[in-house]
């Protein structure tokens, strides 16, 4: 048999067994197939398919005279090679010979306002990973979830009679439209929608400042204070005392211990320093942080939470920022305006119709503490497919912020070879998201193999025949 | 299966007896009147694809009920191509496939539209699914000829077709690079969705087994069409079923867990 004959039946035999081991590979599922394309006798099998493609484009002169076939072939070479290199094995061996050393693939978990260089390699089932650092960070400014249905309005109110829990506060859902005057359910007010922003980022009054939330054991609605120091509140079991105010609160090794210090600049981690004193004279000191609302904090006893100030107004913003909503009020003579805006952390927005209207809880004796007010809601819908997940991330490289850009499904960010993926996010209270982080390593050489398959597929089966098929009637005088 | 009780499914099923009539029309050499009633199979279609995308805000190619639907929409548009410029027949046998594509979309998947989650929001979307939805048209149609020179069958036209061996390659030719393309974009979005170009995903795996299996054929041509030329025709088959399995069973059986599962 002549060699040619010799190696196009070699090459129908490598095909013949890719596609078998490809179908066998569909039954044993992603990681059985991914197992199976990796392990040595398939490594040796990508190595002589390589060589065999190579020597192919030397040796058929027919190959080097088309360039559409040469180019199917060596397109096809380029990728094998490139997702050879990029392999987990390929940085391994990229690693021990050359000194690059690059996470293949892994994650980073961030919750809002967090800076991290750590990434946690994906791993074999059964291996420890061990965090590796990157020679940059990423900074999560800002993290939204946005559903295909506009978010709903919710009249809320305690029950007429009984004890008020979360399971026997009535609610309502409000049906709007920008423009139509509805009743507000439970009360004799009205409401208006006047305006509503998808996208929308808070304005605030002058001179309004962050809050702290404070809810007991019992069940009894919060009590929310301005964020000022010695500020103080007089609860049944204790008294809390706000002594120290941070704009962004960092945790500084000094001499041998660590001390709470106030940085200026961007406001990742603003916080409260409190004091709690019991009635027998025991003190304890709490932080409390915007970002990390569950630090220190025991559901059980006194919950202590940051609020951001209440925005006094909203103006469109770019996508990745919640909706606001601009409402007015009516009930008897009085017509008011509010804003209805999540803060950064929420995925509510409400008003108390006691504050805004004077209205009252509904029924129960007057006990500011046990029959709260109705309140309006805004609330993001449930059961509401997602339509997108989005993280504002920036890249701080030599302290600087280099890169900013919103992260999301199939756009990803590119910097310092690695591609970063919104891969998912905690999906109960969206306190953090987690990226996939991948290594480059390899993937030019894949792209620029695509791009020649395609176009030598494209060149021998349409452009080729069809010059062909011209040139033949030109010849034949058509 | 079930009947569907609404405007779609009246449109689907009026195609579907516009493409059976003219398939019938066709077989029995009424030619015109068999040409009029596969246009008018493929207006009516248009009319529901038109509906669809209406209706779900978006290219229906989502889910199997819309992809069915657009299969059975552009097999009108690549007989035509293939008569008109591969010179390839076997109207009648594309009008009865007609029917065939549009059998899932009419009576085997529901019709609810989905909205797209935020991985389809892609501009590969389209193109991706597209390029493989003409190209296992225009493969299903090769089959048939591929089927045709098996059973020794002549070619029934006015002497401008080929022969069946020759229609089979010119289609396989002209949906490769197709198939090829779906393959590459695939990849591509993968990357920009998840990642991965490659995550051995069974849909990926079974997507590659058709691809090899044609570039198989397009060799065993290349090298030994002269003394084989069943075994291409048969290849050409194996291709098909590899597609069907793609299409179909990847995504409808639980033999096969993976990524891909917005179609089902």
């Known amino acids: 048999m002549r060699l040619s004959r010799l190696l196009l039946a070699l090459t129908l035999v490598f095909i013949a067994l890719l596609a078998s081991g490809a179908t066998f590979g569909a039954f044993r599922g992603v990681e059985g197939a991914a197992a199976l394309f990796r392990s040595g006798p398939l490594v040796a099998f990508w190595i002589l398919f ?61 919750f809002q306002g967090e800076t991290t260089n750590l990434v946690t390699p994906n791993v074999l089932s059964g291996a420890a990973a061990v965090a590796v650092k990157l020679p940059f960070s990423l900074h999560l400014n800002h993290f939204v979830v946005e559903y295909y249905d506009p978010w709903q309005l919710v009249a809320m109110a305690p029950p007429v009679t009984g004890p008020m829990s979360e399971a026997t506060m009535r609610r309502e859902t409000i049906p709007w439209h ?48 301005r964020a000022e120091v010695d500020q103080t509140v007089q609860l049944p079991q204790v008294a809390v005392r706000i002594v120290k105010v941070f704009g962004n609160m960092k945790v500084v090794p000094k001499k041998d211990k660590f001390e709470t210090v106030d940085i200026p600049g961007a406001a990742e981690n603003p916080a409260l320093q409190v004091e709690l004193k019991w009635p027998d004279g025991r003190t304890e000191l709490r932080y409390v942080m915007a970002h990390f609302p569950m630090h220190g904090n025991n559901p059980n006893a006194l919950v202590l939470h940051y609020l951001y100030p209440m925005p006094s107004g909203a103006r469109p913003a770019g996508k990745g920022n919640p909706p606001a909503m601009e ?15 999540p803060g950064p952390l929420d995925s509510s927005a409400w008003i108390s119709l006691g504050q805004v209207l004077g209205l009252e809880g509904g029924g129960v004796p007057k006990n500011p503490m046990a029959t709260p007010p109705p309140r309006l809601f805004m609330i993001q819908p449930t059961g509401s497919p997602v339509k997108h997940y989005i993280s504002d991330i920036s890249v701080m490289d030599a302290g600087k912020e280099a890169v900013r850009q919103v992260v999301e499904v199939n756009a990803p960010l590119h910097y310092g070879g690695y591609h970063f993926y919104q891969q998912s996010y905690d999906v109960h209270k969206k306190l953090f998201t987690i990226l996939g982080v991948v290594s480059d390593t390899g993937l030019n050489l894949v792209y620029a193999g695509f791009i020649l398959v395609v176009l030598g597929a494209f060149w021998r089966c349409w452009i080729s025949p069809a010059l062909g098929y011209l040139r033949q009637r030109g010849e034949h005088g058509d | 299966m079930a009947i569907k009780y609404t405007i779609l499914g009246l449109i689907i099923y009026v195609a579907m007896a516009f493409y059976l009539a003219a398939g019938l029309a066709l077989a029995g050499r009424r030619t015109g009147l068999g040409r009029v009633l596969f246009l008018l199979g493929f207006l009516v279609t248009t009319v529901g694809f038109g509906l669809r995308w209406h209706d779900a805000g ?30 390839v027949g076997g109207e009648a046998a594309d009008a009865l496939l007609g029917v065939i594509l549009l059998f899932p979309a009419g009576l085997v998947f529901h019709a609810e539209p989905q909205r797209l989650p935020p991985a389809l929001q892609s501009p590969l979307f389209i193109p991706h699914v597209t390029a493989y939805m003409v190209s296992y048209v225009i493969m299903a149609k090769a089959c048939v000829a591929a089927v045709a020179q098996l059973a020794n069958r002549s070619v029934r036209s006015d002497g401008l077709l080929v022969h069946h061996e020759e229609a089979a390659y010119r289609m396989v030719l002209f949906g490769f690079p197709l198939l090829t393309l779906g393959l ?21 795996l079974w997507s590659l087994v058709s691809w090899l299996i044609f570039l198989g054929y397009l060799h065993v041509r290349y090298l030994d069409n002269r003394r084989h030329p069943r075994l291409g025709s048969i290849l050409i088959i194996l291709g098909l079923a590899a597609i069907i399995v793609t299409l179909l069973w990847v995504n409808l059986s639980r033999i096969f867990p993976g990524m891909h599962s917005y179609a089902s």
């Open chain 1, 50 to 110: 390589a060589a065999l493609l190579l020597f192919g484009a030397f040796y058929f002169k027919q190959l080097r005279r088309s360039p559409a076939s040469l180019a199917l072939h060596l397109g096809t070479l380029l990728i094998l090679m490139g997702a050879m290199w990029g392999s987990a094995d390929g940085h391994r061996l990229a690693e021990q010979y050359a000194g690059i050393n690059k996470v293949p693939r892994g994650q980073m978990k961030l």
């Open chain 1, 178 to 225: 920008v423009g139509d005057q509805v009743s507000i359910p439970f009360t004799d007010a009205r409401l208006e929608v006047v305006k509503y922003l998808e996208h929308a980022e808070p304005t605030y009054a002058e001179g309004d400042i962050p809050r702290l939330s404070l809810t007991t054991s019992e069940g009894q609605p919060a009590t929310i204070v």
């Open chain 1, 327 to 341: 409402v007015v009020l009516r009930y008897k003579d009085q017509e008011q305006r509010q804003w209805l805006m």
């Open chain 2, 58 to 87: 978006h290219v229906p190619l989502q889910n199997m009920f819309e992809v069915f639907l657009c299969l059975g929409l552009l097999i009108y548009p690549i007989s035509l191509f293939c008569r008109r410029v591969l010179r």
């Open chain 2, 184 to 204: 590459v974009l695939g990849a591509w979005w993968g990357k920009l969705a998840w990642g991965d170009y490659w995550s051995w995903d069974p849909k990926e």
